[in-house]
């Protein structure tokens, strides 16, 4: 929690370090309240750490005029996500902040409000970062630590050909929503459903947990379904098969229009995307789990329509866009 | 190493990741090659893992025209003074890098190259991340990771009324390096020399290790002397005095206006201040090491001339720059 901006920062740094982040470090002790050079952490037991990076900015991750609470929530759900997408628990995260002079000091204060809620709801501690001033637009960066039964962990290499592919919750709502964001007509409801879903990811960390011993492999839907699904393939040097008419969508993303593409390449769902070896398949809790697809030998992910065939899929991904 | 952003990335962020960075995640296990959602660590047994993050923004704590491999030098170094401040030793990092459309290939290439060199020289590895766009200028935010033997950690909170304060190499060359850089005349050798000391920091990893157990408090000089010796009063319920005759300067420092203010308050020195019981003071290697005051009483850090009268001192860190 050092660093020297060459400019003054607009709220004073050490001031919001000690008054809006410090409270949020109480609790765990390796944290020494933020004011030591880094932070401690007593690895628990049989077990191994999990550590993922993110960073967002403002106007590509976020839009400038999104709540500021909501940009905290999905910061630090978006993290928390690869932890779920790992079976593994959260145990505490760090922010590096780079603050535009521009932002009035309410900004930040819900902003660390939306940290302290979501912290409390997902029983983790902020330990430590770095706050800095930047003449662009805010850059927020959040590392995340979590812990997994040594052994455990869920990657993405484990896919064999014949395992089941399966997605948890609904898929394309989150791509909607920026859409409503950006212009696109949806009535009240619809709108506030799905921007709901694209502002605030619901991190599947139960989930992630229940499928420690059963995923061969397993990710969250960041980047869009079949681009996330190409990760786990080229990892695992398989190929895989989506059917079309088995995506999950909501009743809302149902009313839009491309709500098919959204689901297939829209990303931003945070969704459990993970495969199950066939012996295993019909032997855990499928609430709230579709079933979509199976791996397949190849490389290459496909999407077929109801009678087998395939179908000509143009975006695959964020890339394509 | 997954997240999406909305505009196209420069170099293709997937190839950049693919070609520079997972190379350097070669040797580290957990590190899954960067491709899983997250890295796994194995916690070295009896340790405790030290976890820093610090932000580095284009035009604020570098210059935009430092040489890429001295950047990734400058963001590498300062976390791993952090580490020595603690006493630790490295294991692994991870890098956020929020990338300007403006930016060169050519220039992200000498980056990594620059990474490359310095977790070979330091011995740890990288092992996740994230890479995005950002409209404004060049980001850099780095996690690292190190460890310490279970309770052994240097803390700032230890210092006690009677300590001896100590502080190694010598300070104010990196403040006047960046001078320098900024027009401050100086011939070849003093420019080459200072302006070394402010794009390269030499992490003071040896030395927090033979601390451990020595000194009852320590900081890296980050923030510049008088601040950072702030820092652990403040945490330690203590004051201190620094003889102003006392402070280690380079001879050619020496030969610059400037150059005391430059060590009392410049910052981005990088050296170990630390405090040492005077019991313990006499023996410890003190092999490039100068005692330059005490703890005392009170909570105010004085400055003393020759005659123990008080120097009324106006720069006392980055905020009165």
Request: aromatic share 6%; proline share 6%.
């Amino acid at each position: 929690m050092s660093r020297k901006p060459a400019g003054a920062a607009p709220l004073g740094e050490f001031e919001f370090i000690a008054e809006r982040l410090e409270p949020l470090a109480r609790g765990f002790p390796g944290a020494l309240t933020l004011g030591d050079d880094a932070a401690l952490i007593d690895p628990p037991p049989g077990r191994q750490l999990v550590v993922a990076k993110d960073a967002l900015v403002a106007g590509v991750h976020f839009l400038e005029g999104d709540p500021p609470a909501s940009v905290a929530r999905k910061l630090l759900r978006t993290n928390l996500s690869d932890l779920a997408a790992m079976g593994a628990d959260p145990l505490a995260y760090l922010t590096a902040i780079a603050r535009p002079g521009t932002l009035a000091a309410a900004w930040y204060e819900a902003f660390a409000n939306g940290l302290e809620e979501d912290q409390r709801r997902f029983g983790l501690h902020l330990i430590g970062g770095d706050t800095v001033s930047t003449t662009g637009p805010l850059v927020l960066s959040l590392t995340i630590i979590g812990s997994v039964p040594a052994g455990e962990a869920l990657l993405r290499s484990g896919a064999g050909v014949g395992d089941r592919v399966f997605v948890s919750g609904t898929l394309g709502d989150a791509a909607l929503g920026l859409r409503v964001l950006q212009g696109l007509a949806a009535d009240d409801d619809q709108a506030l459903y799905l921007t709901d879903r694209y502002r605030n990811p619901r991190p599947r960390l139960k989930l992630g947990r229940r499928l420690r011993g059963v995923a061969s492999a397993a990710i969250d839907v960041s980047d869009g379904l079949l681009a996330d699904l190409g990760h786990i393939c080229a990892r695992s040097g398989v190929g895989a098969e989506v059917a079309l008419a088995s995506l999950p969508l909501s009743d809302v993303a149902r009313g839009m229009p491309g709500a098919v593409a959204a689901a297939l390449a829209g990303g931003d769902d945070y969704e459990l995307l993970f495969t199950v070896p066939e012996a295993a398949a019909d032997g855990f809790d499928r609430t709230g789990i579709t079933e979509i697809g199976r791996i397949t030998a190849g490389e290459r992910v496909r999407v077929t329509d109801a009678t087998g065939r395939e179908v000509d899929v143009q975006r695959r991904g964020w890339r394509h866009f």
